[in-house]
């Protein structure tokens, strides 16, 4: 007990409720992983809150004190979305969604430490992996570099012997992802773009590792009726079907939401594209999203709505009985919270297959940031995919 102290204190993070008993200074509560402590030197920092940073309500941060008092690097904690659920500050491990410490999550975190594996790092390193030469990529199928007159396996055996787990892990799911695409191409004559079949590869391997960890239910039961179809479906009478995305714009420190509402004549109600400035973990942006579509349906008052995200960790989250008090907890009650307050919602996950409208909707956001359209006024390549699932 007394030796993981250390252990537990560097895992320990804030998480912002009304900002009353977290020191700017003095805790940690950035979002940071390698340093969560403010840097920023002001003189007016000195004994203060974080409620001192937010707006009259507690609802938005003041960006203008902001912006004064803090260096740029401090001042991304913008990005941590508040919740209108929380009333008091929360500590939390930061290391595991259900924001609970376990022993396997703190040992993965002195793994990490001690081997200065960083996810920004691999994920780096495939995407600029896709860039090389044609030929090398044809040779040994997931774009490395072989010695000449050696086979796939002598290839495969070094790979294993030198990659990290987490290269391994990522290196199998691009493998996957190409196979895909290839199938894609064969059989349905589609073509894929690198860059959309490493961003695919990676959104899946994140789901898959946050569902492994997570502590919500992964049993087989965690599925329920209308769950993981494979193939947008119309809703039956007169339901509405809601699908949402999130994507993440890296170079833009940016994400957006792409939310679709049709009927059940696959006819769109109406399509939003939101663009939201800040960097979050990508499941973070999911449940974000989620909680915007529930807002979207409160305000619109419709009834009888099947909202459909292909973030298997976030619909968990919400369907959970388990309480969490990160950041991702927070907005979670949220949406708990909007679900309460309407009549027949509900909430399934899909295939990505199944939510490619949403998605393109999302990656639109960064072309059309805050927009709602109608069927009329949608722009043509977001018309364009709209009509290519109606007519599957």
Request: hydrophobic content about 40%; charged content about 20%; glycine content about 4%.
């Amino acid at each position: 007990m007394v030796e993981s102290q250390d252990l537990v204190r560097a895992g320990a993070r804030w998480c912002v409720g009304n900002g009353q008993s977290i020191s700017v200074l003095k805790d940690q509560w950035l979002s940071k992983e390698s340093n969560p402590w403010v840097i920023s030197t002001h003189p007016a920092l000195v004994d203060v809150t974080v409620a001192n940073l937010l707006s009259m309500d507690g609802s938005s941060w003041d960006y203008e004190i902001i912006v004064d008092l803090f260096e740029v690097r401090d001042q991304t904690f913008c990005s941590i979305p508040l919740s209108f659920s929380a009333a008091t500050d929360q500590l939390f491990w930061s290391f595991k969604n259900s924001d609970i410490y376990t022993v396997k999550s703190g040992y993965n975190f002195l793994q990490k430490q001690k081997t200065n594996c960083f996810d920004d790092e691999t994920a780096a390193f495939w995407c600029k992996l896709w860039k090389f030469q044609k030929s090398c990529w044809n040779r040994v199928g997931i774009g490395t570099n072989v010695t000449p007159r050696t086979g796939f396996l002598d290839w495969c055996r070094n790979v294993l012997q030198q990659a990290t787990s987490d290269q391994l892990c990522t290196m199998a799911t691009i493998c996957w992802a190409v196979w895909g695409a290839r199938s894609d191409l064969v059989w349905k004559g589609k073509s894929v773009q690198p860059e959309n079949i490493v961003g695919f590869a990676k959104k899946y391997l994140d789901q898959w590792k946050n569902a492994r960890q997570s502590d919500f239910d992964t049993s087989l039961s965690a599925f329920q009726a209308g769950d993981e179809s494979e193939h947008c479906c119309p809703p039956h009478g007169d339901s509405i079907k809601i699908n949402v995305d999130a994507v993440l714009f890296e170079g833009c420190r940016s994400y957006g939401f792409g939310c679709v509402a049709r009927d059940s004549n696959r006819l769109l109600i109406e399509g939003r594209t939101i663009l939201v400035y800040g960097v979050v973990e990508p499941v973070l942006a999911e449940v974000l999203e989620i909680k915007e579509a529930l807002s979207w349906v409160k305000e619109a008052k419709w009834q009888n709505v099947m909202l459909e995200s292909d973030c298997l960790c976030a619909v968990q989250a919400i369907r959970s009985s388990l309480d969490m008090n990160s950041t991702f907890g927070l907005i979670v009650k949220d949406c708990k919270s909007l679900l309460a307050s309407l009549t027949n919602v509900f909430i399934f996950f899909v295939k990505r297959s199944a939510n490619l409208v949403a998605h393109n909707f999302a990656k639109a956001a960064i072309l059309f940031p805050d927009c709602r359209f109608s069927l009329e006024h949608v722009p043509t390549n977001l018309l364009l995919c709209l009509v290519t699932e109606v007519s599957r």
